[in-house]
């Protein structure tokens, strides 16, 4: 049973930054990929950031620069890194893993606002 819980969404200003974490219950998580993906109101969940079982990552061009995704295995964690936030950036954060099917976490929301 995977089981994934965010954390670190919140409200901040333009050009601020914010750090989320997303824990994972399962002992499939270190051959899992992962990742990051965002649902701004009226609009499709979109990849943000994704990284494999190994460490490597890949970003969505719109978050390239700004945002930095992590994996600790020993911690069965991700985080997603960012900085030098927009308010098109406002969203509820997903975190995903990727196994014999894709798993969600409840989402957190991200507002970026002045």
């Known amino acids: 049973q995977v089981q994934l819980v965010e954390s670190g969404g919140g409200l901040v200003q333009p050009g601020g930054s914010l750090r989320l974490s997303c824990a994972a219950s399962?002992?499939?998580?270190?051959?899992?990929?992962m990742g990051w993906y965002r649902q701004a109101p009226g609009k499709q969940r979109e990849l943000v950031a994704i990284?494999?079982?190994?460490?490597?990552?890949k970003y969505a061009d719109s978050v390239k620069g700004r945002f930095t995704i992590s994996r600790d295995n020993a911690k069965s964690t991700i985080s997603l890194q960012m900085n030098n936030l927009d308010p098109e950036d406002t969203a509820v954060y997903y975190c995903n893993l990727k196994y014999d099917r894709n798993y969600w976490g409840q989402g957190t929301l991200v507002t970026v606002s002045s």
């Open positions: 990284i494999t079982s190994s460490g490597s990552p």
């Open positions: 399962g002992s499939i998580f270190s051959i899992a990929a």
